[in-house]
T-cell receptor, first 115, second 110 residues
Framework: DTGVSQNPRHKITKRGQNVTFRCDPISEHNRLYWYRQTLGQGPEFLTYFQNEAQLEKSRLLSDRFSAERPKGSFSTLEIQRTEQGDSAMYLC?????????????FGPGTRLTVT | RKEVEQDPGPFNVPEGATVAFNCTYSNSASQSFFWYRQDCRKEPKLLMS?????NEDGRFTAQLNRASQYISLLIRDSKLSDSATYLC???????????WGAGTKLIIKP
């Protein structure tokens, strides 16, 4: 399968714990995006990488959230001291750097439940 | 006012009917527009980009009205498999940042 992959698919954690998610983009894509989606809402932008550089981070994003893409391939999203409000689907997407770069392709997501 | 607004539905439509959704956006400087489809508990998948001149892909037609700042999606001869949530997407202040509507739920009934 050459699509975007994410691990784990599901994560249940207790409030206050740290969690880390991984995203492997489509191999030719140099842009990688993280989103959060809650029930009945569209995806909410969290952050964006071009190669290994994190070029933008949502102003709404708490400093408990951090993302890395150390070699410009896979990326990790870490949430420290999780809160119940962090429960959501975390989606990763990737795209090319071309004139059609805005067409993003999504992974299956990691569903986080904070108890 | 939300940056991208959609009627949440659900739209309950008989199989074979034609259905249309609209979406309005607030940023007049937006240049990129898309429709994504999302099945229940699945990731969004790109349905089609929306071009200024309008575009068609099989049973699906997308239109852009810049003056009124809305985008439309028309589905003809609807199939049971068209049942999904349709998300309207517009670029934000930067071209790579996409702003998503909350989606319109479509249910096609036999």
């Amino acid at each position: 399968d050459t699509g975007v992959s994410q691990n784990p698919r599901h994560k249940i954690t207790k409030r206050g714990q740290n969690v880390t998610f991984r995203c492997d983009p489509i191999s030719e894509h140099n842009r990688l995006y993280w989103y959060r989606q809650t029930l009945g809402q569209g995806p909410e932008f969290l952050t964006y990488f071009q190669n290994e550089a994190q070029l933008e981070k949502s102003r709404l994003l708490s400093d408990r959230f951090s993302a890395e893409r150390p070699k410009g391939s896979f990326s990790t999203l870490e949430i420290q001291r999780t809160e119940q409000g962090d429960s959501a689907m975390y989606l990763c997407a990737s795209s090319f750097t071309t004139s059609a770069a805005y067409e993003q392709y999504f992974g299956p997501g990691t569903r986080l439940t904070v108890t | 006012r939300k940056e991208v607004e959609q009627d949440p539905g659900p739209f309950n439509v008989p199989e074979g009917a034609t259905v249309a959704f609209n979406c309005t956006y607030s940023n007049s400087a937006s240049q990129s527009f898309f429709w994504y489809r999302q099945d229940c508990r699945k990731e969004p998948k790109l349905l089609m980009s929306v071009y200024s001149s309008g575009n068609e892909d099989g049973r699906f037609t997308a239109q852009l009205n810049r003056a009124s700042q809305y985008i439309s999606l028309l589905i003809r001869d609807s199939k049971l498999s068209d049942s999904a949530t349709y998300l309207c997407v517009v670029n934000g202040d930067s071209n790579y940042q996409l702003i998503w509507g909350a989606g319109t739920k479509l249910i096609i009934k036999p």
